[in-house]
């Protein structure tokens, strides 16, 4: 409750920042689906579009985490200055090759108001995308079923969870999470699900986003929620397997923008790691389950 609290005392000055930053800044609108609350920004600086979604139970927090992620899609494309461990030592001589590959990607760019809370939100964005692409890879069951929820267990002592709903008329859309435990990677997929539901019922809004630059290129490589025809074989097996492995997580602190250094205990990171793979819709293409990304399926949620 109290990070809730400190995000809405935040919202004023993040939405002064993000006001002062941009060329164009506006609230394009808001969907509730199943009490869940999804807020969509845009905003535009030197002719990139950049665009946000806040998801919550509450309005008033969604509209702050839609604040705190155009903050991270804004600093996402600038390396960060300096490089640590979870516990805050710094690290030296990082392998340049692996910061480049994780920076083609906005994987493991995380916003918050305390750098400890930045860190555990980048490591969960890369182990959680790193998880679904090897899920899809190898074709990794799920550890368990509920309903239309998937868990398997990833790496660093997480779990992944993949949500889903059934289109009426045909088709699936899913939310992704990943938690420490269970429960919470079922809830983060679950709200994930929730937005993208109320959110692509509007076909204008999947248009739109086909059609804008995103902060870090091309808008297929942010595809995240997908239309699909039919539910991947994977979800469907029922044995228990997942990725069990301890792996080493590098955080960089990125220096923020003039606009964004008033705004107290703001801070941006991104999280690497030489176990994990960065994560990226194009490789997947080649598999015998690359139908999910054909170029056809052209009603998705790009993020």
């Not at 079923?145 to 949500?163: D, E, G, H």
Request: proline content about 4%; hydrophobic content about 40%; overall charge neutral.
């Amino acid at each position: 409750m109290f990070s809730r609290l400190k995000l809405l005392s935040a919202a004023p000055q993040l939405l002064d920042a993000l006001k002062s930053y941009s060329d164009s800044f506006q609230l394009e609108r808001s969907w509730s689906h199943s009490g869940i609350h999804t807020v969509h920004l845009s905003l535009k600086k030197d002719e990139v579009n950049y665009n946000s979604w806040g998801i919550d139970t509450n309005e008033a927090v969604a509209l702050a985490k839609s604040y705190m992620e155009m903050v991270e899609r804004i600093h996402s494309t600038i390396m960060p200055s300096l490089w640590m461990t979870f516990d805050q030592k710094f690290v030296q001589n990082l392998n340049q090759d692996l910061i480049s590959n994780f920076m083609s990607t906005t994987s493991g760019c995380a916003a918050h108001l305390t750098r400890s809370s930045c860190f555990k939100n980048s490591e969960e964005e890369i182990v959680e995308r790193h998880s679904f692409t090897e899920i899809c890879l190898k074709n990794i069951s799920p550890l368990r079923i509920y309903n239309n929820t998937l868990i398997w267990r990833a790496p660093n002592n997480y779990f992944v969870s993949l949500a889903y709903y059934l289109i009426p008329d045909g088709g699936v859309i899913f939310g992704a999470g990943a938690g420490s435990n269970e429960n919470k990677a079922i809830l983060k997929a679950q709200f994930e699900l929730s937005g993208a539901v109320a959110w692509s019922r509007n076909p204008s809004n999947v248009k739109m986003l086909m059609e804008s630059n995103c902060s870090t290129g091309s808008s297929f490589v942010r595809k995240k929620h997908l239309l699909l025809n039919d539910l991947p074989a994977f979800m469907q097996k029922t044995a228990p397997n997942g990725i069990v492995k301890s792996v080493d997580v590098y955080y960089g602190c990125i220096d923020l923008l003039p606009e964004f250094s008033n705004v107290a205990g703001l801070n941006v990171t991104r999280a690497v790691s030489p176990d994990l793979i960065p994560f990226s819709f194009l490789p997947l293409r080649e598999q015998p389950f690359g139908a999910l990304f054909d170029s056809e399926l052209e009603h998705c949620v790009v993020v």
